[in-house]
């Protein structure tokens, strides 16, 4: 059946009240509208680019076609209504349309709310439709966010690994928290480097990986205080910010960040891992797709000039995996030292026996809040710091999948 317009624009919204799909500023980048399209030759409806996923797994809810509702157009209501229909005024009326089209000129016709209308028998060529179902008492349930392109996201819906909803969750403020929401990472075969990046990023080459679980954001400055509380050490030099709570820790040395995690009963992921779940098992260059976007990270090209809550819904993308912040926000520790790449084969790696300098120096991945250009937004770039450098921040891993 139609979707009626109330689940339409409940879907498109995400259960959030937003003005677009994936937050309240409008991002063009995010569509397909005749200011970017080739409207003569649309493209695909699952692709990497011009595309936003929302957090119940849903793509063009804006742009692309207009979608028709099952609704009656007509005045809404006063009050609160439940499950409701819009079939209240004569059979003859028109039907509501929602979503936009690449025909679209301006961002009014892709927000969430708008709704426009045509006679029930009215074809043309930028009008389409979903379809629902009445959702099935023992149906499977599959939790947002998944990824359609990604053929390996499906086994994220195993009832055996339920996912969180990363958008509404709350951030974790003890280890026990944390762990019960990391993310289930299904293992996997994919090409690791980057052939167009920098010299370290060569050459690319085939890894695959067991399953694991990695916590869906960094961990936080709640975190460290328990963990400080518990050993007795004492908090980091403080930002100018001061500590916030629900905010990633930083300032964090590799020793230090390790010691967390050994007390933790978890421990740093492998380089290796970090990048797959990055790119979500995919070939992409950055955690959403091929092309920048600056609006779904936060860096000092955007941001307040600080860390960021690890849980918000603006300038933030979870990608397939139910992952936050793999690109901006902080830089994050791995466990392996910062050496080459081999070109064989790899199953499970560790990383380098050593970095190859006088000084070891350990990985660092994901891009940082006070980092200006696209490049440490890569899923592929790496760069290096010496174990005791205390600059940066980290999440958690673990080789026990439930």
């Known amino acids: 059946m139609l979707p009626t317009e109330a689940q339409w624009e409940y879907a498109a919204k995400g259960g959030l009240n937003v003005k677009y799909p994936w937050g309240d500023t409008y991002v063009d980048s995010n569509l397909i509208s005749r200011t970017n399209a080739d409207c003569n030759n649309l493209p695909s409806v699952i692709r990497r680019d011009r595309v936003f996923v929302n957090r119940f797994g849903l793509v063009d809810m804006a742009g692309f076609t207009w979608q028709w509702c099952s609704d009656q157009f007509g005045p809404y209501m006063e009050g609160i209504e439940k499950d409701p229909t819009g079939d209240r005024i004569g059979r003859r009326a028109p039907r509501v349309l929602r979503g936009g089209s690449w025909s679209s000129h301006g961002d009014r016709d892709?927000?969430?709310?708008?709704?426009?209308?045509?006679?029930?028998?009215?074809?043309?060529?930028?009008?389409?439709?979903?379809?629902?179902?009445?959702?099935?008492?023992?149906?499977?349930?599959?939790?947002?966010?998944?990824?359609?392109?990604?053929?390996?996201?499906?086994?994220?819906?195993?009832?055996?690994?339920?996912?969180?909803?990363?958008?509404?969750?709350?951030?974790?403020?003890?280890?026990?928290?944390?762990?019960?929401?990391?993310?289930?990472?299904?293992?996997?075969?994919?090409?690791?480097?980057?052939?167009?990046?920098?010299?370290?990023?060569?050459?690319?080459?085939?890894?695959?990986?067991?399953?694991?679980?990695?916590?869906?954001?960094?961990?936080?400055?709640?975190?460290?205080?328990?963990?400080?509380?518990?050993?007795?050490?004492?908090?980091?030099?403080?930002?100018?910010?001061?500590?916030?709570?629900?905010?990633?820790?930083?300032?964090?040395s590799w020793d230090e960040a390790m010691a967390y995690c050994i007390w933790a009963g978890l421990r740093l992921?492998?380089?290796?891992?970090?990048?797959?779940?990055?790119?979500?098992?995919?070939?992409?260059?950055?955690?959403?797709?091929?092309?920048?976007?600056?609006?779904?990270?936060?860096?000092?090209?955007?941001?307040?000039?600080?860390?960021?809550?690890?849980?918000?819904?603006?300038?933030?993308?979870?990608?397939?995996?139910?992952?936050?912040?793999?690109?901006?926000?902080?830089?994050?520790?791995?466990?392996?030292?910062?050496?080459?790449?081999?070109?064989?084969?790899?199953?499970?790696?560790?990383?380098?026996a050593s970095s190859g300098v006088v000084v070891d120096r350990h990985v660092l991945r994901g891009g940082s809040f006070d980092v200006y250009t696209p490049e440490f937004s890569r899923t592929a770039n790496r760069t290096g710091g010496v174990a005791s450098q205390s600059k940066f921040g980290f999440r958690c891993a673990s080789p026990e999948v439930p």
């Open 110 to 252: 892709f927000r969430t709310s708008y709704r426009t209308m045509r006679p029930a028998t009215y074809a043309w060529l930028d009008l389409g439709l979903r379809c629902v179902a009445q959702q099935r008492t023992n149906a499977i349930s599959y939790p947002a966010p998944t990824m359609p392109i990604s053929a390996t996201a499906d086994k994220l819906n195993d009832a055996v690994h339920p996912m969180l909803d990363p958008l509404t969750m709350p951030a974790p403020r003890t280890i026990a928290e944390y762990k019960a929401q990391m993310a289930y990472i299904p293992g996997g075969t994919f090409q690791m480097g980057s052939n167009t990046g920098k010299d370290n990023e060569k050459p690319v080459h085939q890894v695959t990986l067991s399953p694991f679980r990695l916590g869906r954001t960094p961990v936080t400055v709640a975190m460290w205080k328990e963990y400080c509380q518990a050993t007795g050490k004492s908090m980091p030099a403080a930002p100018y910010w001061g500590w916030i709570d629900d905010h990633p820790i930083i300032n964090i």
């Open 269 to 352: 992921p492998t380089e290796a891992q970090w990048e797959y779940a990055a790119k979500s098992g995919q070939n992409v260059e950055y955690p959403w797709g091929n092309v920048f976007n600056g609006d779904l990270l936060v860096n000092k090209s955007n941001a307040l000039g600080h860390t960021p809550p690890v849980i918000r819904h603006d300038r933030v993308f979870v990608n397939p995996f139910g992952i936050l912040d793999m690109a901006g926000s902080v830089r994050q520790w791995c466990s392996d030292y910062f050496g080459p790449y081999t070109q064989n084969a790899q199953r499970d790696p560790s990383g380098s």
